[in-house]
């Protein structure tokens, strides 16, 4: 039975996984809107693309169970085609072809051209920086380079990304200007490593020159920087930081974990001394960095006193916003040589711990905003609210602020002068202040 409300030859694409997925789809959906396709984002269409993730376990469950959903509503005529595009296609194309061949076809996350082709349209190398946005009209995620050379030893990125690979400085300006000229006011860089930027084109690193170049793009106000590794961290950064209003005082750093025998067998290239001394010198350069980290506990051989070295350090460093994840033991990277000896139930007791004391961290900061004035971007309203952010805040990971709909109104997409009211622990309640 067909569904009525279904458009023939509409393509709808699929989300999967991290913001690099979310660009990948935005690109692949700007090249069939240049050869004139009628192209969706998680709406209703009869042709399918499933942008998957294959990091860990449940992004590869989530992923496999999103196939499958498509390619039974394909068996029921509800759609006409389904196409896998991304991480996990890359990863495990054989098996995956073997165990869900009602798949019309998979690609890999460097097939484009092909996936294109197959949805009769052209690979047009002009479209520099030609994109459909998913995110909000405000921002969009900034991609500046693929891949990693990395030897991280749990994760399989340059398994299903291959080698680091920046995109030129003077493409990445073309792109930006036209994501201003379409009212994005917020670049939030993304890569699997921002740190590295630039060596392979430029035999040095290049951030700094990148952020000075995108500040100069009229209509971009904020220039956040997400997911820089902390080896190797170019400090020049930080001068741009202080030097540059429109370059965020933040930064994603995940740090993974703080004892020096785990980070060894992680591979990290680090030690507990090196990584304190590099967070001490962000917070002496600027002095009001928000710094966001990302932890892994249950790491093979992490022992109780690895863990407690760990907790301390947590309380100690009073991070502004941290994730915590369990370790997930994935075939063919250098960790999957080891035991996974940590209990699935430890781990998970290890990582709340770990939140428990963010949360308690998270909560006296904010406590701390009560009474001072923020600017603030509006992001959406929901329910009866209106929800932003400050620069120290990116979006669906960090701190929202809140602000009563029903007794003020504020324009979605712009910036607005707050004050905080009330605060818990990842939400700031304000009130629109006006400005001199």
């Known amino acids: ?36 396709k009628d192209v969706v984002h998680e709406e209703e269409g009869n042709i399918v693309v499933i942008n998957t993730c294959g990091f860990i376990d449940n992004a590869k469950e989530e ?103 920046s995109t030129p400085i003077e493409n990445l300006i073309i792109e930006a200007e036209k994501l201003a000229a379409k009212g994005v006011k917020e670049l939030i860089l993304i890569a699997q490593d921002l740190t590295y930027y630039g060596l392979d084109l430029y035999k040095k690193r290049r951030l700094a020159d990148l952020l000075r170049e995108l500040a100069k793009v009229d209509g971009i106000e904020w220039i956040r920087m997400h997911y820089a590794f902390p080896t190797g961290f170019p400090v020049d950064v930080l001068d741009v930081m202080n030097e540059e209003p429109k370059v965020c005082n933040y930064l994603d750093i995940p740090l993974q ?20 001394a590099l967070l001490d010198r962000f917070r002496e350069s600027v002095p009001n960095m928000a710094i966001r980290t990302t932890l892994i506990v249950g790491y093979p051989g992490e022992t109780e006193e690895d863990f407690e070295i760990l907790k301390q350090w947590v309380t100690d460093q009073r991070f502004e916003r ?3 994840f369990t370790y997930s033991h994935e075939e063919n990277t250098h960790a999957y040589k080891l035991e996974d000896d940590v209990p699935a139930e430890v781990k998970q007791e290890r990582a709340n711990e770990i939140m428990e004391i963010q949360s308690q961290i998270s909560w006296e900061l904010n406590q701390q905003k009560i009474g001072q004035q923020f600017r603030v971007m509006i992001d959406r309203k929901r329910g009866n609210h209106f929800v932003g952010r400050t620069e120290f805040d990116s979006p ?9 709909a029903s007794a003020h109104y504020c324009s979605v997409g712009e910036f607005v002068m707050v004050e905080i009211t009330e605060a818990e622990d990842f939400d700031l309640y304000a009130v629109p202040v006006a400005q001199d």
């Not at 039974?72 to 196409?83: A, P």
């Not at 290239?269 to 090196?274: A, D, P, Q, R, S």
């Not at 669906?396 to 602000?403: R, S, T």
Request: charged share 30%; proline share 4%.
């Open 1 to 36: 039975m067909r569904t009525k409300s279904r458009k023939k030859n509409r393509i709808n694409v699929i989300t999967l996984g991290c913001s690099k997925n979310v660009y990948d789809s935005e690109v692949l959906m700007g090249q069939l809107k240049a050869s004139g």
């Open 63 to 165: 992923s496999v169970n999103t196939i499958l959903d498509f390619v039974d509503r394909k068996s029921r005529g509800e759609v006409d085609q389904v196409f896998v595009s991304g991480c996990l296609s890359e990863r495990y194309k054989p098996d995956l072809m073997k165990e869900i061949p009602d798949v019309d076809q998979y690609f890999g996350t460097t097939e484009l051209p092909s996936l294109l082709k197959a949805l009769g349209a052209d690979y047009k190398h002009e479209l520099i920086g030609e994109r459909v946005t998913t995110t909000p009209k405000n921002y969009a995620y900034f991609k500046i380079a693929e891949g990693c050379d990395r030897p991280c030893s749990f994760c399989a990125i340059p398994l299903m990304r291959g080698g680091h690979k």
């Open 257 to 276: 974990h703080i004892s020096t025998p785990v980070l060894k067998s992680m591979r990290r290239g680090t030690t507990f001394e090196k990584t304190n």
């Open 322 to 324: 941290m994730g915590c």
């Open 396 to 404: 669906d990971v960090d701190n929202e602020v809140l602000i009563d």
